[in-house]
């Protein structure tokens, strides 16, 4: 039996879902940066002399996590469709593959071997990705993009930042789309449901996830570790 998730991985329903089901209190605003876990806030990238970075200036003890699809493991697969149609893919693809109930340990060490794979975009597919990119692609009615993006490696990479959550690491993920945060209107940029799935693996997966010991970030984690 596999495990329930929200309606939605953007942060209302997200929020809406955890409080129906008694894991947030009403008094804990959004649950971040609460109780000792980091926060999250979106950043947009710009193109400058030195390659892409930052177009504001990322909050002090923030760490900076790339999420485009040219940059890291978990950018958006989809294309070729107004922004909207392919976010709701996207969010269709972070239930699939949440739906199945997270083995802490296992997922933190499948994204110790992302670490190792700076080489964005050119993943081969199981045939099981293969055919829930197709479904969700054939659902929506957008393409699939030849920068190819593993659906099970982005479980991985949710696990291993919900870990620095938990553990007090507040994170900006950047992409090209939008720069804001729990206000932003929503489905402008994928970065927003991985926001929301980060708060729900960081919720639901808590004492799993404190009693890990995920590595220190990197250089490497701190320059190419997510995707759009």
């Not at 739906?99 to 080489?119: C, H, K, M, N, T």
């Not at 950047?174 to 960081?202: E, I, R």
Request: proline share 4%; glycine share 8%; with cysteine.
């Amino acid at each position: 039996m596999g495990t329930v998730t929200p309606p939605s991985f953007f942060l209302h329903d997200v929020v809406c879902w955890l409080r129906a089901n008694g894991l947030m209190d009403e008094s804990s605003g959004f649950g971040l940066g609460e109780n000792g876990r980091g926060s999250v806030s979106i950043g947009r990238l710009r193109m400058g002399k030195q390659g892409p970075s930052a177009r504001q200036s990322v909050q002090d003890g923030f760490l900076e996590v790339r999420v485009d699809r040219h940059s890291s493991h978990v950018g958006n697969p989809f294309c070729n469709a107004p922004v909207h149609k392919l976010c709701c893919a996207y969010d269709d693809m972070l239930r699939a593959v949440l739906v199945a109930p997270l083995v802490v340990d296992d997922s933190l060490l499948d994204f110790e071997g992302l670490r190792q794979d700076a080489i964005f975009g050119q993943a081969l597919l199981s045939s099981f990705e293969k055919e829930l990119l197709q479904t969700i692609a054939d659902k929506h009615g957008v393409r699939i993009h030849n920068q190819r993006v593993r659906p099970l490696a982005v479980r991985a990479w949710l696990v291993y930042y919900a870990s620095l959550l938990v553990h007090g690491t507040s994170l900006t993920l950047l992409c090209w789309c939008l720069h804001g945060g729990v206000s932003s209107a929503p489905w402008g940029c994928h970065s927003q449901s991985l926001m929301g799935a980060l708060l729900w693996v960081a919720t639901t997966a808590r004492s799993e996830l404190t009693l890990a010991c995920p590595c220190q970030p990197s250089a490497l984690v701190r320059l190419c570790s997510c995707s759009s």
